[in-house]
């Protein structure tokens, strides 16, 4: 079973990381959840978020993704933190995938991880005039190879859907959206 790491810091989008969270255990994925610390996360619109466990305690793990919630000041604070980027080059260096959603793309880019792609974000994050090659799209979940990006709160569903089917396949991610009773 795949295994995907989400770090949580304060202030992240709690739409975001709940949705992702959520979605992807329902299809089976083995979850893990991070505070930057051991504190509990007060995400952006006050929603008490308790992770799994520290991101010192996982430091040596292997991951086959890793899945950055945005919000602000959420997303500074994992961009900031020098362990998310070291877990960020790692994974693309085994050819694992790495995923954000709405400010924390920027955290993507500042690892330098986006260069020569195609990718998404909140409107306003990226700067494509500033990262060589950075195609910016309007689409709400932007897939590059194994780089997955998306645009906020309201693309989260079909964010994590994607990293379900990029995962597990079509017909596993079809399961989960069936049993969400989504609208056509």
Do not use: W
């Not at 202030?11 to 992702?20: H, I, K, N, R």
């Not at 083995?30 to 619109?45: C, E, F, I």
């Not at 305690?57 to 933190?81: C, I, K, Q």
């Not at 260069?115 to 709400?140: C, F, K, N, W």
């Amino acid at each position: 079973m795949p295994t995907v790491l989400v770090p949580l810091a304060q202030g992240c989008e709690e739409l975001e990381a709940v949705t992702v969270i959520d979605l992807l255990r329902r299809a089976g994925i083995d979850v893990v959840t991070a505070g930057l610390d051991s504190a509990p996360v007060k995400a952006s619109r006050g929603v008490t978020l308790i992770p799994d466990t520290t991101l010192d305690t996982l430091m040596e793990r292997d991951f086959d993704m890793m899945v950055l919630p945005g919000g602000l000041p959420g997303a500074d604070h994992l961009n900031a933190d020098p362990r998310i980027h070291t877990l960020l080059k790692r994974l693309v260096a085994r050819d694992k995938y790495t995923a954000a959603i709405c400010a924390a793309p920027k955290v993507l880019a500042d690892a330098g991880l986006l260069q020569g792609r195609r990718a998404t974000s909140y409107p306003g994050v990226l700067d494509a005039s500033g990262i060589a090659g950075l195609e910016l799209r309007p689409e709400p979940v932007v897939s590059d190879g194994r780089v997955i990006t998306s645009r906020g709160p309201g693309t989260a569903m079909d964010f994590a859907l994607t990293l379900i089917e990029k995962l597990l396949g079509r017909q596993e991610r079809e399961k989960v959206e069936a049993g969400l009773v989504r609208a056509n």
